[in-house]
């Protein structure tokens, strides 16, 4: 079984001001973990995942998230936030590295990033 | 890069009427899909796993007498809406997953409204 659990449904900041997005999950097995970017109305767009390697994996945009296994934590970050970036953020969780495992992805209930200028 | 189509994006339907959705693989093929559904501010519910040749694995609590699911060939899935209600309106995504990728493409996604 997995779960993942974003911390505050929003986040507000002001442009060039620091991205700290908070996710943690829980998983039976080693996990592979996502983060995943929705502009209104639309689908979802991947960010960054984790399968396995580097534990600070940078993605899109300037994003960058490090998996802490000890935290059991994958923190979605950027060091300076621009007025694009306001958007619906989701973290999933999904069992790996098999390919032929269950790897239906968990997610999150998403964070509202909202960005002042 | 993968690309999955959705269409339509939009769809406004009378109660009773059936929608159906299609959720395209552009440039691989996709033996599985999934469709979601998204609540307003919500995270997304896994509503069914759609398998080429073979019928849909749906979740519990999903009506599959009401929510149909076809996928036809390795590029294509559709999920119908069968007499829809005001309470059917919502955001429907589906996914796929290119065979040996570590991640899922999703479609754009439908909204879809019922009045």
């Known amino acids: 079984a997995q779960s993942v659990t974003q911390l505050g449904s929003h986040v507000s900041v002001s442009e060039g001001a620091l991205v700290l997005l908070r996710c943690n999950y829980s998983?039976?097995?080693?996990?592979?973990l996502f983060w995943y970017v929705q502009y209104p109305n639309q689908g979802l767009q991947l960010l960054l995942k984790?399968?396995?390697?580097?534990?600070l994996v940078k993605g899109i945009n300037g994003f960058e998230a490090e998996f802490k296994k000890s935290e059991t934590s994958f923190h979605l970050t950027k060091p300076s936030a621009h007025m694009s970036d306001a958007a619906e953020y989701f973290c999933a969780v999904s069992e790996g590295p098999s390919d032929g495992g269950s790897y239906i992805p968990t997610f999150g209930r998403g964070t509202s990033l909202i960005v002042h200028p | 890069g993968a690309v999955v189509s959705q269409h339509p994006s939009w769809v406004i339907c009378k109660s009773g009427t059936s929608v159906k959705i299609e959720c395209r693989s552009l440039d691989f093929q996709a033996t599985t899909m999934f469709w979601y559904r998204q609540f307003p501010k919500q995270s997304l519910m896994l509503m069914a796993t759609?398998?080429?040749?073979?019928?849909?694995?749906?979740e519990q609590g999903v009506e599959k007498d009401k929510f149909l699911i076809n996928h036809a060939s390795l590029t294509l899935s559709t999920l119908t809406v069968t007499s829809a209600h005001p309470e059917d309106s919502s955001f429907y995504i589906c996914?796929?997953?290119?065979?040996?990728?570590?991640?899922?493409?999703f479609g754009s996604g439908t909204r879809l409204t019922v009045v």
């Open positions: 998983s039976s097995v080693p996990p592979y």
């Open positions: 996914s796929a997953r290119q065979q040996g990728a570590n991640g899922y493409t």
């Open positions: 759609s398998n080429e040749g073979s019928k849909a694995t749906y």
């Open positions: 984790y399968t396995t390697g580097a534990t």
